[in-house]
């Protein structure tokens, strides 16, 4: 792999992680630009790292980079897991979706450092998808099977009552 291939993987791994984190960054989420771009690229300089693993014929060893893979997924949970907050006196929990694209962004990382970049785009253009019409999917379908109607909410009061 030649310097300008190692740079084009490193810098689109910033690019990416560097988006998903504008998008939590506008949205007043504790992730931004410079913790999901470090994600992502510390992803992809791993990835990296596991494809030099050499083995006596001078292949990649496609084991080491299948173990890089599974270290950085699973590590990356502790990330995610501090930004995962349950408010007291209530069910409440949030942070979900900022764990969620902690994880994701490290994902997206990983295939820039494989050089999937179809997969890559792929993924990056769903997630999107995901954050611009997640939302008022979740909140339609909340105001038509959970949240009741003012006057059903009065009338099961009276009934208990």
């Known amino acids: 792999m030649d310097y ?5 993987r490193l810098t689109v ?10 998008d939590r960054n506008l949205h007043g ?3 931004g630009i410079r ?5 992502s690229l510390g992803a992809c300089v791993l990835t990296l790292a596991g494809a030099n ?10 084991s080491a980079v299948s173990r890089v893979i ?6 990356i949970g ?3 897991s501090g930004v995962i907050i349950r408010d007291n006196g209530s069910d409440r929990v949030r942070g979900l979706t900022t764990a969620a694209s902690i994880w994701i962004t490290a994902i997206l990382g990983i295939l820039c450092g494989m050089g999937s970049w179809q997969i890559a785009a792929i993924a990056l253009v769903l997630v999107f998808l995901l954050f611009v019409c997640g939302k008022p999917i979740e909140r339609a379908l909340h ?4 949240d009741k109607p003012e006057k059903e909410k009065q009338a099961i009061t009276l009934h208990e009552e």
Do not use: E, M, N, Y
């Open 4 to 8: 300008l291939d190692i740079l084009l």
């Open 29 to 31: 989420k504790p992730t």
């Open 70 to 75: 599974q270290g950085l997924v699973t590590g």
């Open 143 to 146: 105001r038509r099977w959970l």
């Open 53 to 62: 693993f050499l083995t006596g014929d001078g292949q990649a060893d496609a």
């Open 13 to 22: 791994s910033v690019l990416v992680g560097g988006l998903i984190g504008l």
């Open 78 to 80: 502790f990330l995610g």
């Open 35 to 39: 913790t999901l771009g470090l994600v």
